[in-house]
Nanobody, 120 residues
Framework: QVQLVESGGGLVQAGGSLRLSCAAS????????MYWFRQAPGKEREFVGN????????YYADSVKGRFTISRDNAKNTVYLQMNSLKPEDTAVYSC?????????????WGPGTQVTVSS
C-alpha cells in the first residue's frame, strides 16, 4: 500500500514559481512511475507530466513543456514538480499518481491534491 500526499501549493503571481512535492509512504516508491495531473474548475483532469522509476525518463504535456520540470528522490520517497513562468491558466488542483507501468495503463494510487492559484 502506498499513500501519496501533495504539498507546496498556494497563491502566486503570474510569472512566478512554485515547487510541489508528492511524498509517498511505503518502501516500494522506486517501483512506481509517477505522474502529475491537474484539474481546473469546470474542466476535465489534464495530464501534466510523468517520470519513470529511476528518473531517467520524463514526458510533459505541451502546455507545460519548457516551464515545468519533474524530478524524484527515491531516497526520500518524493517526487517534485517545479513550476516556473506560471500563467493564470495553470490554476488548478494538482495531484500526483503512482503506477507500475510507464506509460501507465491504470494508476494504482492517487494523492488528494494541492491547490495552485496563479493571479494575473
Amino acid at each position: 500500500q502506498v499513500q501519496l500526499v501533495e504539498s507546496g501549493g498556494g497563491l502566486v503571481q503570474a510569472g512566478g514559481s512554485l515547487r510541489l512535492s508528492c511524498a509517498a509512504s511505503g518502501r516500494t516508491f522506486s517501483s512506481y512511475a509517477m505522474y502529475w495531473f491537474r484539474q481546473a474548475p469546470g474542466k476535465e483532469r489534464e495530464f501534466v507530466g510523468n517520470i519513470n522509476w529511476s528518473g531517467g525518463s520524463r514526458y510533459y504535456a505541451d502546455s507545460v513543456k519548457g516551464r515545468f520540470t519533474i524530478s524524484r528522490d527515491n531516497a526520500k520517497n518524493t517526487v517534485y514538480l517545479q513550476m516556473n513562468s506560471l500563467k493564470p491558466e495553470d490554476t488548478a488542483v494538482y495531484s500526483c499518481a503512482a503506477a507500475r507501468g510507464y506509460p501507465a495503463g491504470t494508476y494504482d494510487y492517487w494523492g488528494p491534491g494541492t491547490q495552485v492559484t496563479v493571479s494575473s
